[in-house]
Structure formats: C-alpha cells, structure tokens
C-alpha cells in the first residue's frame, strides 16, 4: 500500500499488508484506509494520520504519521462496503459450502481505531448481499427467502439496534428479484432488482417501501446492478452494463434514460466533489462529465487515458472531499494503471492540470483526509 501526500505530488510511505487487497476503501470520516482481502476474510486497517477534532469553539487539525494498525477486521468473505452519516457498513457474503453464513459489521471511526467492529450481527445464511446504515440505530440488509431463484437476494430487511443489539424487525413486502447495487441519500435508500429499482423512505423511525419498474426502453436481459449517489442529491444515478445509464428519482417514482455516449463502455464513474457533475469514464480514456443541474446533459468531454486497457484491472475514478489551497481545490484523481501516473482533474474547470508519475501500476484508491465543511 502506498500513501501518496497530495500537496507533495510523492508517494511519501509504503505499507505492507498481508494480501493483495480486492478492495480499498476509506472510512466514514477519512482518517483510516480498510485493505478489504476478501478471499483471506479480513480487512487490515490503515491510519492516514489526518484527523480534525472539535473542540467546541474551534475546529482542530491533527496530523501524525501513517501507519499499518495491528491486528485484524475478522469475517467470510468481506465484499460490499457503504457509508452513510459517519456509519459504515462491511457486508460479509459468507461461504455457503462451508455454512459460514453471512454477517454485517458496522464501523465507526473509533472502532476502527481500535481495528474492531462498533457492533456485528449475523444473517441466516450466506448471500452475496448488501447492507446501507440509516442513522445510529437502522440498518437496511439485503435478504434472501428460501424459494428465491438462483444465488442473489430478492428482498430487503430492517435491522434495528436495542440495547442487547440487532434485531429484525421487518421484511419489506415488495420485492427485490436478483438484488444487486444500493445506495443511500438523506431520506432514501434504492436497490438494484432485475425488474426495476426498490426504493424504500426513511421517516423518523417509519420505513416504506415501493418499487420502480424498469423503463420500456430497457433493452432484454439488461438490468441496473450498480446504483451512484452524493449526498446533497436527492437522485440516484442508476448503471447497467455495458454503458446503459438512467436517473432514479425517487420523489417521481421514476427511471429515466441517460444518453452520455453512443456505443461506449462505462469503465468508471464517480460523483465530484460538490455533486454537480456525475463523471464517466469510457473505454477510449474520455471522461463525460454529466450535470446534474442540466437534466444530466453533457457538459464537457475531456479525454484523460492516452491508452485504455483492454482487460481488467481498468482506471478507476476518485474524488477528493477537501478543500485544500496547496493543492488544486475540487479535483477527481484519475488512475492510469498502463502509464502508472494519477491525472489531477480540476472539476470546476474541467482541465488536466498536473499528471503525477509513479513507479508502480495502482490498482485502487481510497482519498484519507480532512473532507471540508
């Protein structure tokens, strides 16, 4: 693992873990790095050494010196990670052969501290699933029902935490077939279904649930299995392969195509910072920047990969969460994994402004800091 300081342009530490990660991911408050080792049932834990505390009148910055924490996040086959109002939750799909059946681990910035769970709870048997926090004491977990066809889950449950810890308390009765990609905004949380897109309302402790059909354009055997947000956007962008992209507005009850590129194949997608833009990333190496302010439109093309892989692994696309004046101010990092840099995109501008060399091919990238207000 290597920590690249930003304000340098340098790879300033390098960290070993046991295992090539499957994942990177950051924590819910950007101070720790997860390396998610899926097929070893762990994830090791990084300390970035930036960290702001409050300390009631004023707003403190820390910074201390990265390192590898000690010990272990502990699971079968950790897989899907969400975040949402300083939650996280890591999925463990579980090993079905095995019956090792599948868990949930919720995590905070000072249990990952201490590289341990805040609170767990396991399922009743190994799914590849999903779980999306909603606040301190709700979780939403992806179910599967003992008729269910094939290997996904076709239904969701909420999970409530109490005193002696995680309880289902109710299976939504609208159901999911084939379960697959969910995300979660301020008031709603949407699920990725073979025929559409279950979206269920949080209000205060009340939760309902409905579904979006897919739209009749949907060409045959094409689903959305991956579903994007941003915060401060009520809407959802819902992907399907290979380059099909659609809006989910769930205040509408409704899917709506997106055209962004004839005939090309989405490689990577990110929100920027701010939420204006949505960004694709084609296989020729151009990235589409979508606006959100503008029904989506395209706003601007910016070729960024000279030379698009043909095979995985593909670039990936990162957007930074601070504000930071030695450094260019809302940017999405580009990884190109063939000339082994990172191309700094300026979002406001939309412009390469600096390629950073390095001497290694990335594989993934998680952005640790302080994010800004």
Same mark, same amino acid.
């Given at each position: ?56 009148? =004023? ?68 799914? =590849? ?64 279904? #073979? ?9 205060? #402790? ?67 910072? !701010? ?44 957007? #930074?969460?601070?504000?930071? !004046?030695?450094?260019? !101010? ?44």
């Amino acid at each position: 693992m290597r920590l690249l300081d930003l304000d340098k342009a340098a790879v300033t530490h390098s960290l070993k873990v046991a295992n090539a990660p499957s994942d990177i991911v950051a924590s819910p408050g950007g101070r720790y790095a997860l390396a998610v080792q899926r097929l070893q049932d762990q994830a090791q834990v990084i300390d970035g050494g930036l960290w702001q505390e409050d300390h009631g009148d =004023h707003l403190h910055d820390y910074r201390a010196e990265p390192r590898l924490l000690t010990g272990a996040l502990s699971g079968p086959r950790p897989t899907h990670y969400e975040v949402k109002d300083g939650t996280a939750a890591l999925f463990m799909d579980g090993v079905a052969d095995a019956q090792r059946p599948a868990a949930v681990q919720v995590l905070t910035e000072a249990s990952l501290a201490r590289v341990v769970p805040d609170s767990s709870f396991t399922l009743p048997a190994a799914v =590849h699933g999903t779980a999306e926090p909603r606040g301190s004491g709700f979780m939403l977990v992806s179910a599967r029902t003992d008729d269910a066809p094939g290997t996904l889950p076709n239904a969701v449950d909420l999970y409530q935490r109490g005193a002696g810890g995680w309880t289902m308390t109710q299976r939504f009765d609208v159901p999911c077939p084939d379960l697959h990609g969910s995300y979660s905004n301020a008031s709603y949380s949407a699920f990725g279904c #073979s025929d559409g897109v279950l979206v269920i309302q949080q209000n205060g #402790s009340a939760f309902t649930a409905s579904k979006i059909a897919n739209p009749p354009a949907l060409p045959a055997g094409v689903r959305i299995g991956t579903i994007a947000g941003h915060p401060k956007e009520v809407r959802f962008i819902g992907l399907a392969a290979p380059g099909h992209v659609f809006e989910i507005d769930p205040a509408r009850s409704a899917i709506t195509p997106i055209t962004w590129a004839e005939g090309r194949t989405r490689r990577a997608h990110a929100f920027d910072r !701010t939420g204006r833009h949505f960004v694709l990333l084609d296989d020729t190496g151009v990235t589409h920047w979508l606006d959100a302010q503008a029904q989506w439109r395209v706003a601007k093309t910016l070729p960024v990969v000279a030379q698009m892989p043909t095979a995985a692994p593909f670039p990936t696309l990162l957007s #930074s969460r601070a504000r930071d !004046t030695l450094f260019v !101010t809302d940017v999405t990092d580009v990884t190109d994994v063939a000339a082994k840099q990172i191309a700094v995109i300026d979002s406001q501008n939309i412009a390469v402004t600096q390629r950073i060399g390095l001497d290694f091919s990335p594989n993934g990238q998680a952005w640790l800091g302080i994010a800004a207000p």
